[in-house]
């Protein structure tokens, strides 16, 4: 009953940039935290970027200083903007959201489907 959906990955040159949103939707009481994790063939998912119900976030050293994640609480969206990508940028990103459903307590961690991202000339 909760969905959240990726966009905004494609092909794109390196220095160039891309604009990532993953909207939450479905049967939602309330969202805590949100971040951005990516994953290449062989490797595990990191967590590159996170943001707090009150827009304190973190980074992971290999994007900090060109990606910037935000959220619009309003509309239970996060966003990742993608700016200066390299090639070792390329992986499949997901969302991930905490969130409380109507009459429960705890929060769940839902994933989006993931979005593919190419960096290359």
């Known amino acids: 009953q909760v969905q959240l959906v990726e966009s905004g990955g494609g092909l794109v040159q390196p220095g160039g940039s891309l604009r990532l949103s993953c909207a939450a939707s479905g049967s939602i009481a309330s969202i805590d935290d949100m971040g951005w994790y990516r994953q290449t063939p062989g490797k595990q998912r990191e967590l590159i970027a996170g943001?707090?119900?009150?827009?304190?976030?973190n980074y992971a050293d290999s994007v900090k200083g060109r990606f910037t994640i935000s959220r619009d609480n309003a509309k239970n969206t996060v966003y990742l903007q993608m700016n200066g990508l390299k090639p070792e940028d390329s992986a499949v990103y997901y969302c991930?959201?905490?969130?409380?459903?109507?009459?429960?307590?705890?929060?769940?961690?839902?994933w989006g489907q993931g979005t593919q991202v190419t960096v290359s000339s």
């Open positions: 943001i707090t119900r009150t827009s304190s976030t």
């Open positions: 991930n959201a905490d969130i409380r459903m109507p009459l429960l307590y705890a929060y769940v961690g839902y």
